[in-house]
């Protein structure tokens, strides 16, 4: 498989070194997976298969499936194929092919060989049909679309048998070769399996398998003018694989007896994959469906699939998220056979930890006030004195080393850390107190001024040269160490902040369309942004931590741009703290 983006995730960590879904864990698919081993069902075999639709681009919800597909096959000694699943030309792009397979890569998964189609099934697909056919079992239909619904009846509420049912095989068979051949008009013919029209499955109830549909395929061209239905080609496409362990979310559970009934009237020729689902990843404040992600990309709610307040991949990996850290979190949700939604400070914790060992440390004022010390030196050339500061880069990885910060005269501290009337709680920089300027001085704030609008503009303050090493000789104390950036030395920088895409916990919970919760605040971008200048030797695409701020990624085509991954406070923690003790 080749990718066409460098596979290493933002923190620069090989994805080859932790490609796992973690331990050979003990959730129920890998306990069924072990005792089929054990049985020697499938002749001892694992070959499981991600089959996504190439309709749209990968989401955190992929993820989960990822990573238990790819991670069973390696935990097991087995091969997990990727395969799309591309049945509907009307939606399906190679775009999208080529994202998903670099996606994948980023997430630290690659098949064995190239990617398989199940649109290279369509001869063999339709010669199941012919057998089918020649079985007595599916029949040409001539009814229309809604005709063909109202005829399924309903949960509770009888079938009623196509007229076109008890057409003979001959009739069946012409009537289908018709249809390939491009005798009828889109729409005008379906083939539909003849199970039950009174089965209490309703995908039972004579399925639809082929329709006639003019389209361009990405892939067959115009070689087809018609087109197998997933269910038609899924479990099918498993079995000329020689998939065994065919792994998929729950509400395919209903399809499952269609699958097997497709499976055991045609005549493949190996083992028969056996289906078993799990939930579907599910967050607050998101979604995880791809329509849904359409449907935001399509509307212009967000940037485009990549925008990094999306769930997608491409938006977690701009915004900054480590694929490790998403591999972790897949990991440690594991599968379950009920659904259930997950918070989504779970995730971000999982960013956090992995952040918090790996960024490197920075400063960065987000809204920026002037301060000046007024008994700075100057030089012998009548200049502030500029002053190399030494700070760390990583107090969590001492390999990380340390950088040089310049300090002078004028600084920029963030504007939220001073205030002129400051309440009891407040113990950051006002006028007459003290504060630690991190890996600098005590300054004192004398003088506050102020605009014709009487908004401050500038503080004024006095270092204490006795303070270079962080503290004062005479033992006295302050509240507050706070960050700075050397206002001639600052870079200019654009960050983004985000928070949730979705104000509700459960998007849609009230009124049944998520898109009614968007948060339409979910992004702030802040111009006018002061970096240390340090920031600058960071290459686009790293994460770091802007201290006491939060983790930040810098933008790959805009170096300028920096997007804020997660803040610094666990969340995470927070809401087990509020859960009922057990
Ligand atoms: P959506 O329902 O989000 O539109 P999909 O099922 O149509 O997604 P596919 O590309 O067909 O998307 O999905 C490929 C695989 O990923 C399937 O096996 C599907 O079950 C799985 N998958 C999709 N969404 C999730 C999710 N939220 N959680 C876990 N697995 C998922
Ligand atoms: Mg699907």
């Not at 069902?41 to 681009?57: H, L, Q, S, W």
């Not at 479990?235 to 009934?261: M, N």
């Not at 908004?455 to 302050?478: L, M, N």
């Not at 992004?523 to 970096?531: A, I, N, Q, S, V």
Request: one cysteine or more.
């Amino acid at each position: 498989m080749t990718s066409t983006e460098p596979s290493s995730p933002p923190t620069g960590r090989h994805p080859a070194t932790a490609t796992s879904a973690g331990a050979a864990g003990s959730d129920f698919i890998r306990e069924l997976v072990r005792a089929d081993i054990e049985q020697g069902t499938f002749g001892g075999r694992v070959c499981t298969r991600f089959p996504p639709e190439p309709n749209g681009y990968l989401h955190i919800g992929h993820a989960k499936a990822i990573c238990l597909d790819f991670g069973i096959a390696q935990e097991f000694g087995g091969v997990c194929n990727l395969r799309f699943d591309d049945t509907n030309p009307l939606t399906e792009d190679e775009e999208f092919v080529d994202g998903i397979i670099a996606d994948l890569a980023w997430l630290g998964f690659t098949s064995e060989g190239p990617p398989l189609y199940a649109s290279d099934y369509f001869e063999q697909l339709h010669q199941w049909a012919e057998h089918l056919i020649g079985q007595g079992l599916a029949y040409v239909d001539d009814q229309d679309g809604d005709a063909i619904s109202a005829g399924r009846g309903g949960f509770g509420q009888a079938g009623v048998d196509s007229p076109f049912r008890s057409r003979t095989v001959e009739e069946n068979l012409e009537l289908f070769r018709g249809m390939r051949s491009g005798a009828f008009a889109d729409g005008a013919r379906v083939l539909r399996a003849k199970i039950d029209m009174q089965h209490e499955n309703m995908q039972m109830r004579d399925p639809v398998m082929y329709r006639i549909r003019r389209s361009h395929h990405f892939r067959t061209g115009d070689a087809w003018v018609i087109y197998p239905t997933y269910d038609w080609a899924h479990g099918q496409s498993d079995a000329i694989e020689g998939v065994t362990h065919s792994l998929c979310t729950l509400e395919f559970d209903s399809h499952r007896q269609l699958y097997d009934w497709y499976l055991s009237h045609v005549p493949v020729p190996g083992d028969v994959p056996r289906q078993t689902e799990f939930a579907r990843l599910e967050l607050t404040h998101t979604v995880t469906s791809k329509r849904k992600l359409a449907q935001l990309v399509a509307d212009g709610a967000v940037d485009g699939w990549d925008d990094p307040r999306l769930p997608t991949l491409r938006g977690l990996r701009k915004r900054g998220y480590p694929a490790s850290a998403i591999r972790e979190f897949c990991a440690f949700i594991g599968a379950a056979r009920t659904n259930s939604r997950h918070a989504i400070e779970l995730l971000e914790s999982f960013v956090r930890t992995e952040l918090n060992r790996t960024a490197i440390r920075r400063m960065a004022v987000l809204r920026p006030l002037r301060l000046v010390i007024t008994n700075w030196p100057d030089d012998a050339d009548g200049r502030p004195v500029v002053e190399l500061r030494e700070a760390v880069n990583n107090p969590e990885n001492d390999a990380d080393g340390v950088r040089q910060v310049p300090f002078s005269r004028v600084l920029y501290i963030e504007r939220d850390d001073f205030m002129e009337d400051p309440p009891s709680q407040f113990f950051r920089l006002s006028p007459g107190r003290e504060v630690r300027l991190r890996a600098a001085y005590f300054v004192t704030c004398t003088e506050v001024v102020k605009d014709a609008d009487g908004e401050v503009v500038e503080v004024r303050c006095t270092y204490d040269p006795a303070t270079a090493g962080g503290s004062a000789p005479d033992g006295r104390k302050v509240k507050a160490t706070m960050h700075w950036v050397s206002a001639d030395h600052a870079l200019d920088a654009t960050v983004a902040l985000y928070d949730r895409l979705f104000s509700a916990e459960v998007p849609g919970e009230a009124t049944g369309d998520p898109l009614d919760d968007l948060n339409p605040t979910a992004r702030e971008l802040l111009t006018g942004c002061k970096l240390e200048p340090a920031a600058g030797d960071t290459a686009p695409g790293t994460v770091v931590q802007f201290e006491r701020l939060g983790y930040f990624a810098r933008d790959i085509e805009t170096p300028t741009l920096w997007h804020r991954t997660v803040g610094l406070r666990d969340e995470w923690a927070n809401i087990q703290k509020r859960l009922p003790k057990r």
